[in-house]
């Protein structure tokens, strides 16, 4: 991200994974929903179906609608039983709290349907923390398909050039770079696929470094603001 960039003034979140630690029992739940209907899917498996709301994923994963609906059933009630021990990562609400301090808009791209998605912010107590939300179930279209960024970007008024966008999947990779907007990928060890290597973005070893990078590029050249409620 070079520095003769405009400056930044929003910053667009990935949910899962990004600010929340729900990637391991997503990826547990998905396997294990699919399993009695083919071969267990490995962890880098799960991760490529990623992109889209849970029915999306299952599909993907099924190589079609046969045994949709069961597995589908089966995953959300999974979640409804474990998605509340998930926790923010270590300095997610210290970077919500600074970004809305210093006036730099906060949006929120899920994959995740709005029914789980709100019900993820209120236990988190971070239904005041995004403006907007978009859903994976919210457009006719989902990762990686940047039409959810761009809405966002378009609802501010601001170019992609003038927002960031931080996630950890290649679908989160592949829809910032469809869109234009810079992208902080979290790459957790992983390979980049070659295909999406040349997105513009920069690349952290774990969320607390996306943050890290986040953090100097937005908030350097701002005066710290006391934290709002978020």
């Not at 994974?17 to 990826?27: N, Q, R, Y």
Request: glycine share 8%; charged share 25%.
């Amino acid at each position: 991200m070079s520095r003769t960039a405009p400056r930044v003034e929003g910053v667009v979140f990935d949910l899962d994974g990004t600010l929340v630690d729900t990637m391991p029992f997503v990826i547990e739940g998905l396997a294990t929903v699919v399993a009695p209907y083919r071969r267990r899917p490995t962890p880098e498996e799960v991760m490529n179906s990623l992109g889209g709301p849970s029915e999306a994923c299952i599909r993907r994963l099924l190589g079609g609608t046969r045994h949709l609906a069961l597995a589908l059933a089966a995953y959300l009630e999974f979640l409804r039983q474990n998605d509340h021990v998930a926790q923010p990562f270590r300095g997610a609400r210290t970077l919500l709290k600074q970004l809305r301090a210093a006036s730099v808009r906060v949006g929120l791209w899920t994959g995740r349907e709005r029914n789980s998605t709100v019900e993820r912010l209120r236990m988190l107590a971070w239904e005041r923390c995004f403006d907007p939300v978009v859903c994976g179930d919210d457009l006719s279209s989902y990762k990686p398909d940047p039409e959810g960024l761009l809405k966002i970007v378009r609802s501010w008024r601001l170019t992609p050039a003038q927002v960031i966008f931080v996630g950890d999947s290649h679908q989160d990779l592949a829809g910032g770079g469809a869109a234009g907007v810079p992208t902080v990928f979290i790459d957790n060890g992983r390979t980049i696929a070659s295909e999406l290597a040349r997105q513009p973005m920069a690349v952290a070893p774990n969320p607390p470094g996306a943050y890290a990078l986040v953090r100097k590029q937005v908030l350097q050249q701002r005066v710290g603001l006391r934290p709002p409620r978020c």
